[in-house]
């Protein structure tokens, strides 16, 4: 088993295929998106696959320390910051091909006018644990 | 086996340990103990008295743990083993288990872990799946939070406010998993107010009354949000709003208002509505106002413009927003729904798509996308 990352952006990613934003779909077109979404974790959930989703809320801000004794500086938020993350989906599944397959499946969800919105995923690997046997 | 008897008996037990000599913390220990006994062994042997059983066992453990602890330390026992029975044990002592476990030195976090566990007897892996963290973490926050009220002296009398701001917190913010964070809230607020009989813990107790008989129809198909306006009124549960009613009037009746009660009362009167259009709601502005002198919240304010808005018109409603700042959570989703009624359509739109942006829930925020669509399509036929 290997665990991997679907992560979903707010922007960043290749162009999108399709850019209708949400609040322009029909109500209807938004709770089928919605419904898809939960069925396809319930899907991995019955499956033996699922791990852990999150989203993000699109404000963020960046933090560093900045020296003994002085609060932490913060920055942001950026407008144009060029990546956003919108949350995340964890899978743990038979290898690569597996998670390349439901990436798909979750990109094929469906959006304005009912088709599919083709959303870019990111999928990346865990490092995995240290296995027992090294040599 | 009746899990909701061994719940309702742990805080008595711990009580009685502390009595008889023991530290909260190892007492507490010991109960868990005693308790994950009970699970065991109750199912065939049902003792004839449980709670009998459970302080001895309790105690039992209690001494095994200070033997190993103190022969650990090359010290001699000094406990021991057949307890003097403190002069005390016939009263109970939940309430200042209450009072214990929402201490004011402790986070609002651990107060609501360490009451579930020591007043509401839940495990640690029930509280942690409440609230969604691993078990390893809440078994740590409660052991540090036992730490912290270590040194609190246990016959002190604590203040009431301080428990009902757990008990509103596990109701509002536990998720569930094997236990229901609200019924549990509602059993302990249940159990503060026959001890103490207090008007404000009546007006919680009330007021999660009323809210918990709204359950049902607060969440639609694929787990949308249901809006009030939009809840079928025939899936409340009838019951719960007469008890909650009940409790609420009797409460008011002692003329000694708070926050809890003034919430409770807006509550019963969207209870006691068929409808949206025919709510009281001059009467809810009223106790919005009566609220807002009690807390001077801008959150109050806030859900006030709304009441505002529908007794008296939208335009009086967005008169009422100018007063609230538009940092709050939820400022752009109230404005959208005020403007939308003022016939604003486009200016409705895009509020309600900024305010899905803001949103802190996922739900929330795929009500508000919808609510953005929903007017979209309005202008557009």
């Known amino acids: 088993m290997a665990k991997y990352l679907l992560l979903k952006h707010y922007r960043g990613g290749p162009a999108p295929v399709t850019d209708v934003p949400m609040d322009q779909w029909t109500p209807e077109e938004v709770s089928a998106h919605v419904q898809y979404m939960r069925d396809f974790i319930a899907r991995l959930e019955s499956t033996g696959e699922f791990v852990d989703t999150q989203s993000l809320s699109p404000e963020g801000t960046f933090v560093r320390y900045d020296g003994e004794g002085r609060p932490p500086v913060t920055d942001g938020p950026f407008a144009e910051t060029k990546d956003l993350i919108a949350g995340w989906l964890v899978i743990d599944v038979d290898g690569y091909e597996r998670a390349l397959e439901l990436a798909g499946e979750l990109s094929a969800a469906p959006g304005a006018g009912g088709k599919p919105i083709h959303e870019w995923l990111e999928v990346r690997p865990f490092m995995c644990e240290l296995p027992t046997i090294t040599d | ?381």
């Open chain 2, 1 to 381: 086996m009746d899990e909701s008897l061994l719940r309702t008996l742990t805080p008595t037990v711990i009580g009685v340990l502390v009595r008889r000599g023991a530290d909260f913390a190892s007492a507490e220990d010991a109960v868990q103990d005693a308790l994950v006994e009970a699970v065991r062994v109750w199912p065939d042997d049902l003792p004839g008295d449980p709670k009998g059983w459970l302080i001895t066992v309790a105690w039992r453990k209690f001494l095994d743990a200070a033997r190993a602890d103190t022969s650990r330390r090359h010290r001699e026992v000094r406990v021991e083993a057949e307890p003097v029975p403190g002069p005390g044990e016939a009263v109970d002592d939940t309430l200042q288990l209450y009072f214990l476990c929402a201490h004011p030195s402790l986070t609002p976090a651990s107060a609501v872990a360490l009451t579930l566990r020591a007043v509401g007897g839940l495990t640690t892996r029930q509280i942690a799946r409440a609230y969604l963290v691993p078990e390893a973490t809440m078994a740590q926050r409660i052991s540090r939070a036992k730490r912290t009220v270590s040194s609190v002296r246990f016959n002190r009398p604590g203040n009431v406010v301080t428990v009902l701001r757990v008990l509103y917190l596990v109701f509002n913010e536990g998720h569930g998993g094997d236990v229901d964070p609200a019924a549990e809230a509602i059993r302990l607020c249940r159990r503060l107010f026959a001890l103490t009989g207090e008007p404000e813990v009546a007006g919680l107790l009330a007021l999660m009354l009323l809210h918990h008989a709204r359950r049902a129809s607060r969440t639609g198909p694929g787990g949308r949000l249901v809006p009030l306006a939009e809840q079928d009124r025939s899936r409340w549960d009838t019951h719960l709003i007469a008890e909650g009613v009940a409790i609420l009037q009797a409460a008011l009746a002692q003329d000694r208002l708070g926050e809890y009660q003034a919430q409770a009362a807006i509550a019963a009167l969207h209870a006691d509505a068929p409808s949206t259009s025919e709510t009281d709601w001059v009467q809810i502005v009223e106790w919005y106002d009566e609220l807002l002198l009690l807390t001077g919240s801008p959150v109050v304010r806030l859900n006030r413009a709304v009441a505002v808005g529908e007794a008296d018109g939208p335009r009086a409603g967005l008169a009422a927003l100018a007063e609230v700042s538009p940092d709050l959570p939820r400022y752009a989703a109230v404005r959208a729904y005020l403007l939308e009624r003022t016939g604003d359509l486009e200016r409705a739109a895009a509020l309600y798509a900024e305010a899905s942006r803001a949103a802190t829930s996922v739900q929330e925020r795929d009500h508000l996308t919808r609510e953005a669509a929903r007017v979209r399509q309005l202008l557009q036929t």
